[in-house]
């Protein structure tokens, strides 16, 4: 692992000329990446390339049309999310989770905010136990595994789920992490699994929640959650109860897609 900056590398470029921070650079060469093989710094505005043929094909986008760069899925998310009062907390439970507070708005870069906290796997812990336990034959959607979940006691009937399936960045860094059910039974089900693997992702958030959020600012106003999660209704009251937060999500919780285009 390179050395762990603390606004980590997607902070060491510059807002307006895109050029890396020297520093980050040495920490590539250190992992035995040279900056010739890293592909250029641009701003999310400049062409990236152009559709392929290839492309064309399997799109039915037109060959040629241009490509923007795009930006970061966090940027994209703050500007996505909408004018927000300074003090707002931000809950996203996508892939992985992160939090931020409110500092202020920006007209060209949407929801200024700090950064408090974030997990590894949150959403891709979901998407994990879905792939353990659907076939081809009877694939499980994400609705489903919401109503397996809400048959199952809170507290999972005894099993406790460590999310840590990629190490872990919050609240303490730890790649060398790792997940695990623990308490299984034969009495157990599929329900009981994918309740805990929903219990286990809330906790955690809520231990990055205390360490990083002050009291005063989780009581402040209700947090605005985002991300996949807010389509499951079930999963969002989990969140609200496990961290004692009053959540609501916007009519388009995923604010980073229509934003980046």
Request: proline share 6%; with cysteine.
């Amino acid at each position: 692992y390179a050395r762990r900056r603390e606004n980590g590398p997607s902070g060491r470029l510059h807002r307006r000329l895109g050029v890396v921070d020297p520093g980050e650079l040495a920490d590539g060469e250190a992992a035995g990446v040279r900056a010739d093989q890293l592909p250029p710094v641009r701003l999310a505005s400049a062409p990236g390339g152009v559709i392929s043929a290839k492309a064309a094909a399997a799109t039915g986008l037109a060959q040629g049309t241009p490509v923007a760069t795009g930006a970061a899925d966090t940027l994209c998310t703050r500007l996505g999310v909408g004018r927000v009062e300074a003090g707002r907390l931000l809950v996203y439970l996508g892939t992985a989770a992160w939090v931020a507070v409110v500092e202020g708005t920006d007209e060209v870069s949407g929801v200024r905010a700090s950064d408090a906290g974030a997990t590894t796997a949150t959403g891709a812990a979901l998407r994990w136990v879905r792939s353990l336990l659907s076939s081809q034959a009877d694939p499980l959607s994400y609705a489903a595994m919401d109503e397996l979940a809400a048959g199952a006691p809170i507290g999972s009937a005894g099993i406790t789920f460590l999310p840590h399936l990629m190490g872990e960045r919050g609240p303490e860094f730890s790649p060398s992490a790792r997940g695990a059910w623990q308490g299984l039974t034969l009495a157990h089900g599929r329900g009981h699994l994918v309740r805990a693997v929903m219990e286990g992702t809330v906790f955690q958030l809520r231990r990055v929640l205390e360490a990083g959020v002050a009291p005063s600012t989780r009581d402040h106003a209700p947090a605005r959650a985002l991300g996949g999660i807010g389509r499951s209704v079930f999963w969002t009251q989990m969140l609200a109860d496990a961290t004692a937060l009053t959540a609501e999500s916007p009519r388009e919780p995923d604010a980073a897609a229509p934003s980046d285009a």
